[in-house]
């Protein structure tokens, strides 16, 4: 069946990049996200990509997809304190009608 | 503006005592979900509509159930809440591209 995988920790010094890295095992996904969440809040769509593009930058987000490795990444410039949060990486499989596949969550710690 | 409402943000009930949780939508997209979250895991599809067309997921519990009586509104309900049902609830709304989240509720079950 359709899984995603995360790490689930990753710690970094403010002003740093931080990079979350996350494999699905359907490659027939259409679309792929990166949610995230901070204590006692819902999801927030942070940004998106379509199977068929291989980067998206969005001002300090950016995204990279590596469709051979099935391998999305989520790279975070001049990492803030508030950008501490859950991050949730989700796919789409044409196969799952509109079920969205997530992964168990990376915890982002960011240090002062 | 918010896209995806649900109220109330926190409920408490008592076990045994049936609830109901509200989740609103102003994209006026024809797919609405429920998730139920624990201890920040990941979301647990618990059902999802496409327009009237109602679709649980196979470990659902019966106890849980849900209407969606036009496109902007659903409900959760919960018939007789167990200590094991306190979690965040999330509703989201699909449209072609993305998913939308609404805050969530948060359920405590005494």
Not at chain 1, 55 to 76: A, E, G, P, Y
Not at chain 2, 21 to 49: D, E, G, R
Request: aromatic content about 12%.
């Amino acid at each position: 069946g359709e899984d995603v995988e995360q790490s689930l920790f990753l710690s970094v010094r403010e002003g740093d990049s931080s990079v979350i890295n996350c494999t699905y095992t359907d490659s027939s996904s259409t679309y792929l996200y990166w949610y995230k969440q901070e204590p006692g809040a819902g999801l927030q769509l942070l940004t998106y990509i379509f199977s068929n593009m291989d980067m998206k930058q969005d001002q300090r987000l950016t995204v990279l997809l590596n469709k051979k490795d099935k391998h999305l990444s989520l790279r975070i410039a001049d990492t803030q304190t508030g950008d501490s949060a859950i991050y949730f990486c989700a796919e789409t499989p044409t196969t799952g009608g509109f079920k969205t596949i997530f992964g168990a969550g990376t915890r982002l710690f960011v240090k002062a | 503006d918010a896209m995806v409402i649900q109220n109330p943000r926190y409920q408490v009930t008592q076990f045994g005592k049936p609830v109901t949780l509200s989740c609103s939508q102003t994209l006026n997209h024809n797919v609405m979900y429920w998730y139920q979250q624990k201890s920040s895991q990941a979301p647990k599809l618990l059902f999802h509509y496409y327009d009237k067309d109602f679709n649980n997921e196979a470990d659902t519990p019966d106890n849980f159930q849900s209407r969606r009586p036009n496109t902007s509104f659903c409900f959760l309900d919960i018939r007789s809440p167990g200590l094991g049902d306190a979690a965040m609830y999330l509703c989201a709304a699909r449209g072609r591209d993305t998913q939308y989240f609404g805050p969530g509720t948060r359920l405590t079950v005494l």
